[in-house]
């Protein structure tokens, strides 16, 4: 659906308005194009001293590490994993304040710490805990599409931090902001094309007829993988219409069938690499309002279903070492939602299947993830009444909606190889919204 405020804010006599009055201001965000450099200025890389990431960034990026006055970056990486002590934060003031107006439009603020759990004394913890409050300050402030983000790597993973780094400087994390993310200690085996790292997997996408699931398709279909397309009888044409466009395969398959997970597993007889739980649905009613049929087939369709699927696969091996299990919730499931008690229900019980699940995968060499959209500009979104609408549009630090591309493409990101050691996330793809944050 089009936003028709941005495209006016982002018009001549848009932009002398929108400053005047100081409206919302939303950005054009920059999204990944193939063959597109990984950020579009110098990278520009900072560290406390005694970090131990600095040298493996070195050795994965083109960086720069002098200021040169009135250089634009189009990124700032700053190593705070030497931060051992409150005092020590001040390195972080003092990288980021004289170059807070340096980063183009679109640029990319990335702050690499150590797990508060895995320090070595609670003062390095509680320093390292506050680093959270800058980078999402950050996220507010800067503006004109810049993202901030922070990378908890745990002692051991040193190695396996490219992948990540890769989405977050890239234009694929466009509406990815203020997040936390974790990387688990261990190696990854690199792609040998990180244009198509997926080359040789099969990934299966549920509810993948339109919207979000389509856009999921394509990207992972991009990213080279075959890609099996499911989603309701009903849904059949349209189903068709991606399957074709990606050169997959559709299943039409009911997932709350008595007998789906079984018909499910007799066609992935050869087993699946990248399994997307992207199907959902909306019964909206408040709670006093709501009978037990909208209730039971939301928690059916949006959790139950997953749970199921995921033990026939996981019983029957086809789910293998390096395999992805990747969730949609919402963050709904963080923040709650008036007249969506069922929906907010399944999403928050999707976030604990990520937290119950992964730990637990990890010694089979499979990971577990989730993505948590906000507001993305679907079929659904456009059904919203307009003052909600445009609440959800610019109740954000991008002051616009997303597109089903971002969400596709952070899922992309947690089924590629090099992201082996990166599991037990939800991430929010949701402009970093004021709602949860």
């Known amino acids: 659906m089009r936003d028709r405020y941005a495209s006016f804010a982002n018009s001549d006599l848009g932009r002398t308005v929108v400053r005047r009055l100081g409206l919302p201001d939303p950005p054009r965000l920059r999204r990944h194009e193939p063959g597109d450099p990984l950020t579009q200025g110098p990278v520009l890389l900072g560290a406390a001293p ?23 970056y189009g990124a700032l990486v700053f190593d705070a994993t030497g931060v051992t002590e409150s005092a020590g934060l001040r390195a972080l003031y003092d990288f980021f304040h004289p170059r807070a107006r340096s980063l183009l439009a679109s640029g990319r603020v990335v702050v690499l710490g150590t797990p508060p759990e895995a320090c070595g004394s609670p003062r390095e913890a509680t320093a390292q805990r506050a680093v959270e409050g800058l980078v999402r300050s950050i996220g507010k402030e800067f503006g004109h599409g810049v993202t901030a983000q922070q990378v908890l790597v745990a002692p051991g993973g040193e190695a396996a931090i490219e992948s990540t780094l890769r989405f977050l400087l890239s234009g694929r994390s466009a509406y990815v902001s203020g997040q936390v993310i974790r990387v688990g ?91 997307v739980h992207n199907a959902g649905i909306t019964r909206d009613r408040t709670l006093a309002r709501m009978d037990a049929a909208r209730w039971d087939s939301v928690l059916d369709v949006n959790l139950s279903s997953q749970e199921r699927i995921n033990e026939v696969l996981l019983e029957r091996d086809l789910i293998g070492e390096g395999g992805r299990i990747i969730g949609v919730s919402s963050i709904a499931g963080i923040a709650g939602n008036r007249g969506q008690t069922n929906y907010a229900t399944s999403k928050a019980g999707v976030i604990g299947l990520v937290e119950s699940t992964a730990p637990v995968l990890a010694g089979r060499g499979i990971t577990v993830n989730a993505v948590a959209p906000g507001f993305i500009e679907t079929a659904m979104t456009a059904k919203v009444p307009v003052l909600l609408r445009e609440a959800g549009r610019r109740m954000n630090s991008m002051a616009q909606g997303g597109l089903p591309v971002d969400v596709a493409e952070t899922i992309a990101w947690f089924a590629s190889p090099g992201s082996g050691t990166v599991t037990g996330n939800v991430v929010r793809v949701c402009g970093q919204s004021l709602l949860g944050a």
Not at 188 to 193: K, L
Not at 222 to 240: K, M
Request: overall charge negative; hydrophobic content about 50%; cysteine-free.
């Open 185 to 275: 200690a261990g190696t990854v085996t690199a792609p040998a094309d990180w244009e198509r790292p997926l080359d040789g997997r099969t990934a299966l996408v549920t509810g993948a007829a339109r919207g979000i699931g389509a856009a999921i398709a394509r990207v992972l279909a991009r990213d080279g993988a075959e890609v099996v397309a499911l989603d309701v009888p009903a849904a059949g044409d349209a189903l068709a219409g991606v399957a074709n466009d990606v050169r997959g395969r559709a299943l039409q398959l009911d997932l709350t069938a008595p007998d789906a997970a079984e018909r499910l597993a007799a066609h992935l007889a050869g087993g699946v690499d990248v399994l």
């Open 50 to 72: 005694g970090g131990r990431l600095a040298d493996p960034v070195r050795k994965l990026l083109d960086v720069t590490e002098s200021a040169a006055e009135g250089t634009r």
